[in-house]
């Protein structure tokens, strides 16, 4: 599966950001899908991951009940609504894709290119 993020940009502290990861080329809700995010000099870490039918969610404790995690199977494509942005939720975001085996934190078959999020004032 082809994946790709967009929807980064630059946006104030306590803004809002959507970010929203494409698929193409294979079934789309035959893969459960995660977020990841790498900041600058820091490793990739996770930010957030869904299951194929979008029934189970998972998130780094960094991120929880500001990010919210969604999926559209009709439409292939996974979201990420990011509320009450901070300066350290500053990275680039990668989105992943996980066809069977899947353990939410680890792994992933398929990578996004990366949209850049920069929260500053």
């Known amino acids: 599966v082809q994946l790709q993020a967009y929807g980064g940009g630059l946006v104030q502290p306590g803004g809002s950001l959507r970010l929203s990861c494409a698929a193409s080329g294979r079934t789309f809700s035959s893969y459960a899908m995660g977020w990841f995010r790498q900041a600058p000099g820091k490793e990739r870490e996770f930010v957030a991951a869904i299951s194929w039918s979008g029934s189970t969610t998972y998130y780094a404790d960094s991120v929880k009940g500001r990010f919210t995690i969604s999926r559209d199977n009709a439409k292939n494509t996974m979201y990420l609504q990011m509320n009450s942005l901070k300066p350290e939720d500053t990275a680039v975001y990668y989105c992943?894709?996980?066809?069977?085996?899947?353990?939410?934190?680890?792994?992933?078959?398929?990578w996004g290119q990366g949209t850049l999020v920069t929260v500053s004032s």
């Open positions: 992943g894709a996980k066809g069977s085996s899947w353990i939410p934190r680890g792994e992933y078959d398929s």
